[in-house]
């Protein structure tokens, strides 16, 4: 049986540090801090499981859920300074976690993207409107429905209350879903964060299923996802988290619709 070697796990954390947070990785002064180098740099960030841009996307959402206001900032400018992200895709991010996490929890992604693209010298991003063109109401219901049939994979609630009506069905469909700034997969590890920090059962249960369902996300995926998450979320949401994929994965390979 071969030994893994403690430091050659810490030269990877402080290396995986620099790298991901674009900032040199400072000398752990507490335990707390070297768990920080030593596991979820060294060990976390690294698995092959989940691609790079997937975790950015992961980490910015569920540390933003948590006000983690530091470690969102460190994480915009690491995907910025990559090229995971540019600055325009996470301002995108920030309407999306506005709307799925709450605006207060958006607006700690859009403050760090401005403090982390002024430190990097970065030009403002282009600000396209929420709708540019006039639109008639009926069109704008029609394209709501559908898209949330596209996006969740079945049908959505019919609009007999202002949540349902204006805010689900006309805004988060109609407009945020569909507009071109920010790619479905990526919407989708921002939408799961931010219902995964919700603990509701419901958005948990549907927006996991529906992940793999439409294909953004494969089942292996789905629970790396899981420990992705559960570095801001904490082990007893991603416990809530990891029983809903491993719930609705089997259904999605059986071919199953997703029951409420």
Not at 85 to 90: F, R, S, Y
Not at 136 to 157: I, L, W
Not at 164 to 171: R, S, V, Y
Request: contains cysteine.
């Amino acid at each position: 049986m071969s030994l893994l070697d403690p430091a050659e796990r810490t030269a990877r954390g402080v290396e995986n540090q620099a790298k991901i947070l674009a900032a040199p990785a400072p000398e752990p002064a507490t335990l707390y801090q070297e768990s920080w180098r030593d596991f979820v740099f060294a060990e976390v960030w690294g698995r092959p499981a989940l691609d790079l841009r997937s975790r950015y996307l992961i980490s910015i959402s569920a540390a933003a859920c948590s006000f983690d206001r530091a470690a969102v900032e460190g994480y915009v400018r690491g995907a910025l300074s990559g090229g995971e992200l540019t600055l325009a895709e996470v301002r995108e991010a920030a309407l999306h976690v506005a709307v799925y996490g709450g605006w207060t929890k958006g607006g700690v992604i859009d403050a760090a993207a401005t403090s982390a693209a002024e430190g990097l010298g970065l030009p403002a991003a282009a600000c396209p409107p929420i709708r540019a063109e006039p639109w008639d109401a009926e069109a704008r219901h029609a394209a709501g429905q559908a898209g949330f049939k596209k996006v969740m994979t079945f049908g959505g609630p019919p609009p007999v209350t202002a949540y349902f009506d204006a805010g689900i069905n006309n805004f988060v469909f109609a407009e945020m879903w569909c507009r071109p700034g920010l790619d479905e997969r990526s919407r989708r590890w921002l939408t799961l964060s931010c219902v995964g920090e919700s603990a509701s059962q419901t958005p948990i249960r549907s927006h996991v299923y529906s992940a793999m369902a439409s294909g953004n996300a494969t089942a292996e995926e789905m629970y790396e996802f899981v420990l992705q998450y559960a570095i801001h979320a904490g082990w007893p949401r991603g416990s809530v988290m990891q029983g809903a994929v491993m719930e609705q994965a089997p259904r999605v390979a059986k071919g199953l619709p997703f029951e409420a």
